[in-house]
């Protein structure tokens, strides 16, 4: 009986260690690997109780054996995550806000050649915005605000920064009062109304939305018919599009954020597929399920602004398509050429002196010459 349920627990072991694996590989919940070293000591343990004289000698052994088959695992599972890592582009900050600072002395943050011809006094505008814009409205802020401001993200600080999810979010509630970003969700639009505030946007630049996939796919340009064909689901293969004989991984962004909306505008009456999700860990709700970031997989394709794309993102991995024919460049987005081309803006929910003062820069020779220093297209180049 005793060599039974030792056989059984030398094939147990290593068989729920193994699933253990599988399991943290398909849900990316790595805290199971916590079990296998609990599991080794338990087994330790067992050994010893039903064979006390052999098990003491060859329990270094046994212990041994199973340690080491935890260090596998967590090797594989280590280098997995690192792969994982560098395929992924996420829709978050991939950059340090601090290297685009107003007032720091070695921010890459755009500046003027002089003073600008605007000084701004309290009450200083509340002033947010989207990932891909935060250079834009901190050289802004660099430009008409006194140096002395409170620091980025202070509480009651004019100068704010939780992408166009939060940013919109706190627009709706009256604690921002100018909103950078591109065009909002009709939820987000909704939300604002819902707390009697209705949104008001000055366009400022321009700015283009593209598609990119991974640089060694052979696809170089894509019809706009073709993308909606493939967010839709109607074209599955990138053989159906002139690429390989590969089914296509389309990616999409979280709702309410910037690049998800202007894909929603994109497809028009066309419906929009389900997007890849992926199993997260979540302190409060153990592992939920989000859409997942873009991956460069050989097969992927993705979608974002160019500027995020190209100039904060830097990913050398991926490569920008052309959209019927032209190219997304700064060049051809200035020009209108570029079919994906939109504006982005400055959202607000209520006129005062201070906020129309700002808004009229922007649109002045200045303000549009720092959002081309910055990268984009102005309004009015």
Known sequence: MQTAAILLLV????????????????TGYSVLFALLPIAAAVF???????????AR????????????????????????????????VEDGAPFDTADYLPFAQDSKVARLDGPASLRLGEPL?????????????????????????LPLGAADGPFQFHNTIGGYALLAKGEV???????????????ARAEGRELRFTPIGREGFVFFVNRNNPVESL?????????????????????????????QRNQGSGSQSALVRFMGDAPLMTPP????????????????????HKNAIGFSFRYYADQLV????????????????????????????????????????????????????????????????GINP
């Open 11 to 26: 094939f147990a072991a290593p068989i729920a260690a193994l699933y253990l694996f599988l399991l943290t590989l398909a």
């Open 223 to 251: 019809t706009s018919e073709e993308i909606r064909g493939i967010y839709s689901g109607g074209i599955t293969n990138w053989k159906e599009v002139g690429g390989r004989d590969e089914p296509i991984l389309a990616f």
């Open 44 to 54: 330790c343990i067992l050994l010893i109780l039903l064979r006390p004289g052999r």
């Open 314 to 377: 830097g990913n050398k991995g991926i490569k920008l398509l052309a959209v019927d024919g032209v190219a997304p460049t700064v060049e051809n987005i200035r020009a209108g050429r570029y079919p994906l081309t939109s504006e982005f803006y400055a959202a607000t929910t209520q006129s005062t002196e201070q906020i129309d003062a700002l808004l009229e820069w922007i649109l002045s020779p200045e303000g549009q010459e720092l959002i081309e220093r910055t990268g984009y297209a």
């Open 125 to 149: 505008p509340v002033v947010d915005g989207a990932t891909a814009l935060f250079p834009v409205y901190s050289a802004f802020v660099g430009a008409v605000y006194p140096p002395d401001i």
């Open 57 to 88: 000698r060859n329990v270094g052994i046994v212990f041994a054996g199973v340690v080491l088959l935890s260090a596998v695992c967590l090797g594989v599972q280590f280098a997995h995550n690192a792969y994982d890592r560098y395929l992924t």
């Open 277 to 296: 999700t992926e199993q997260v860990e979540d302190l409060m709700s153990g592992i939920i399920e989000r859409t997942s970031d873009y991956r460069n």
């Open 177 to 191: 009062d100018v909103m950078f970003g591109a065009y909002p969700s009709e939820e987000q639009i909704g939300e």
